[in-house]
C-alpha cells in the first residue's frame, strides 16, 4: 500500500477522518482534494490548476488522495495500488455533516482550504439525498473494475469495519 486512494458514496461517511487516520498509521502524506479545489471564500480553483496539482502528486512515490472528484479521477486511478471504499447508510453520512455544520459553526476545518468555513444549505443536502442510491451503484462498479485491474480493494461498510481496518493496519506494523 504505497499509493492510496481513498473515496466514498457519499459527504459525511468519514472520508477525511480516515485518511488523517491512515496517514498518521503509516506515514503516508495525506492529500485532501477538498483543499485543493476550493479557494479561499469557496472559490473553485480552474480545472486546469486542481488537475496539474493532482498530477504533480502522483508522481510521488507514495500518497494518500481523499476524495471523489471524479470529473479528475483518471489522473489518480492509473497509478493507485490501492482503493479505500467508505459506505455507510444514508443516514449516517446526513447525520454526520449536520453535526459537522454545528461542530466547525464559522471555522474551517482542517482537510479545506483556510477561508472556507463550514456551510450547509438545503441544495447540499438534497444532493446527498438525491445521488446517494446513483453514486453507491456507480462506486460499486468502479470497485469491481478496480479489483479486475488488480488493485487492492478494501469496501468499508461500517464504523466498525472501518475501526477495524485502521487497528488490525495498527497491529501489523
Same mark, same amino acid.
Request: with cysteine.
Given at each position: 500500500?504505497?499509493?492510496?486512494?481513498?473515496?466514498?458514496?457519499?459527504?459525511?461517511?468519514?472520508?477525511?477522518?480516515?485518511?488523517?487516520?491512515?496517514?498518521?498509521?503509516?506515514?503516508?502524506?495525506?492529500?485532501?482534494?477538498?483543499?485543493?479545489?476550493? @479557494?479561499?471564500? %469557496?472559490?473553485?480553483?480552474?480545472?486546469?490548476?486542481?488537475?496539474?496539482?493532482? &498530477? $504533480?502528486?502522483?508522481?510521488?512515490?507514495?500518497?494518500?488522495?481523499?476524495?471523489?472528484?471524479?470529473?479528475?479521477?483518471?489522473?489518480?486511478?492509473?497509478?493507485?495500488?490501492?482503493?479505500?471504499?467508505?459506505?455507510?447508510?444514508?443516514?449516517?453520512?446526513?447525520?454526520?455533516?449536520?453535526?459537522?455544520?454545528?461542530?466547525?459553526?464559522?471555522?474551517?476545518?482542517?482537510?479545506?482550504?483556510?477561508?472556507?468555513?463550514? @456551510?450547509?444549505? %438545503?441544495?447540499?443536502?438534497?444532493?446527498?439525498?438525491?445521488?446517494?442510491?446513483? &453514486? $453507491?451503484?456507480?462506486?460499486?462498479?468502479?470497485?469491481?473494475?478496480?479489483?479486475?485491474?488488480?488493485?487492492?480493494?478494501?469496501?468499508?461498510?461500517?464504523?466498525?469495519?472501518?475501526?477495524?481496518?485502521?487497528?488490525?493496519?495498527?497491529?501489523?506494523?
Amino acid at each position: 500500500m504505497k499509493r492510496v486512494m481513498v473515496i466514498g458514496v457519499s459527504a459525511g461517511v468519514g472520508k477525511s477522518s480516515f485518511s488523517r487516520e491512515l496517514g498518521k498509521l503509516t506515514g503516508i502524506q495525506v492529500t485532501h482534494l477538498d483543499r485543493l479545489y476550493w @479557494k479561499p471564500g %469557496w472559490v473553485e480553483a480552474p480545472s486546469e490548476e486542481f488537475s496539474a496539482a493532482q &498530477r $504533480k502528486i502522483v508522481k510521488k512515490d507514495q500518497w494518500i488522495i481523499e476524495g471523489n472528484y471524479t470529473s479528475t479521477i483518471e489522473i489518480r486511478e492509473p497509478l493507485a495500488d490501492t482503493v479505500i471504499y467508505l459506505e455507510l447508510p444514508m443516514c449516517v453520512c446526513l447525520y454526520r455533516v449536520i453535526k459537522r455544520r454545528i461542530q466547525y459553526h464559522g471555522k474551517t476545518r482542517e482537510d479545506l482550504t483556510q477561508g472556507c468555513p463550514e @456551510k450547509i444549505d %438545503w441544495a447540499f443536502v438534497k444532493f446527498i439525498v438525491t445521488t446517494y442510491s446513483r &453514486r $453507491k451503484k456507480k462506486m460499486l462498479e468502479r470497485m469491481q473494475r478496480y479489483a479486475n485491474e488488480g488493485k487492492t480493494v478494501h469496501h468499508l461498510k461500517s464504523s466498525a469495519q472501518i475501526e477495524g481496518f485502521l487497528s488490525t493496519y495498527l497491529k501489523g506494523k
